[in-house]
T-cell receptor, first 109, second 113 residues
């Protein structure tokens, strides 16, 4: 079993829908990252969380450390949000990132 | 503009021919790292560096070397590439190690025949 599990693996939605991507992890962590990878490969950092909630534009990320769970929400989704979204955790005491497999999001016009 | 520059972006080579993938950053960050991305396996850490002359192995270091002689550069060296090193490689950098914002290079797609 992977230390970091994302769900769903694939998600297709219509423009304007509210999107939720989930990330569960099995180890204690010091922080968690959400990353976005567009077709063509470039990776962009969206959020780094160690507690609570962060918001940037239409994107909201939450984390519950006790439940070992984080969610990424996209409000009013748009076709340009189509990308792979990757969750990555920093295990406590470790100098590394452990990545989820990614969620491929497709937003249709 | 904050930049992480990788070269080459694309490379096809043959087994055993030494190659270096360069990574350079202009943000004066201490932390730099290399990852490989493979279908079905996701991203995995190869090596990381917390500062100049301080490098350490990640999860999949076999077949790779790195050096950190100056803060801005962190080259990835494949001394004798093999086909199982065919992959998409990313360099990343950050100010506070992993607990700050991360900046990734554009990726280097390497094919070893």
């Amino acid at each position: 079993k992977n230390e970091v599990e994302q769900s769903p693996q694939n998600l297709t939605a219509q423009e304007g829908e509210f999107i939720t991507i989930n990330c569960s992890y099995s180890v204690g962590i010091s922080a968690l990252h959400w990353l976005q990878q567009h077709p063509g490969g470039g990776i962009v950092s969206l959020f780094m969380l160690s507690s609570g909630k962060k918001k940037h534009g239409r994107l909201i990320a939450t984390i519950n450390i006790q439940e070992k769970h984080s969610s990424l929400h996209i409000t009013a989704s748009h076709p340009r949000d189509s990308a792979v979204y990757i969750c990555a955790v920093i295990p406590q005491g470790a100098q590394k990132l452990v990545f989820g497999q990614g969620t491929r999001l497709t937003i249709n016009p | 503009e904050a930049q992480v520059t990788q070269n080459p972006r694309y490379l096809i080579t043959v087994t055993g021919k030494k190659l270096t993938v360069t990574c350079s950053q202009n943000m004066n960050h201490e932390y730099m790292s290399w990852y490989r991305q493979d279908p079905g396996l996701g991203l995995r850490q190869i090596y990381y560096s917390m500062n100049v002359e301080a490098t350490d192995k990640g999860d999949v270091p076999e077949g790779y070397k790195v050096s950190r002689k100056e803060k801005r550069n962190f080259p990835l060296i494949l001394e004798s590439p093999s086909p199982n090193q065919t992959s998409l490689y990313f360099c990343a950098t950050g100010r506070g190690g992993y607990t700050g914002e991360l900046f990734f290079g554009e990726g280097s797609r390497l094919t070893v025949l």
